[in-house]
């Protein structure tokens, strides 16, 4: 059975960092890791040293690694630096996506709706 992580990236260090976790982990393998919203975290050095660690390892093991955020390219290197986004550019096919906010579009209807209620 492949084994996942899907979360976010705070999630993924407390897991990984978590020293049962991290051992079971280790002993099982993790198959896949799905980092969720990169760049929502806060960028101390502390989390930054974490991200580069588990990217590196992962790069260096050639584990399959699938990264969402709402960052371009550009703004990841900013926040990140080379090192870590010159990573992910390696690992992970780089998919943008230019469709408006779904959140945004649901907010709308759901003024919209409120409105009506309202009558306004």
């Known amino acids: 059975m492949l084994k996942v992580i899907f979360a976010n990236l705070l999630k993924i260090i407390l897991t990984l960092t978590y020293a049962e976790n991290f051992k079971k982990i280790k002993e099982e393998g993790l198959g896949l890791l799905v980092i969720d919203d990169l760049g929502t975290e806060q960028g101390t050095e502390w989390s930054l040293s974490k991200i580069y660690t588990i990217l590196d390892s992962r790069y260096r093991k050639k584990l399959p690694t ?11 290197k900013e926040r990140y630096g080379e090192r870590i986004v010159d990573r992910l550019i390696e690992m992970c096919i780089n998919i943008e996506n230019k469709n408006p906010s779904i959140r945004k579009i649901k907010a709308e209807e759901n003024k919209e709706k409120l409105r009506g209620m309202l009558g306004g």
Request: avoid cysteine.
């Open 66 to 76: 699938i990264v969402t955020s709402n960052y371009s390219l550009g703004q990841l």
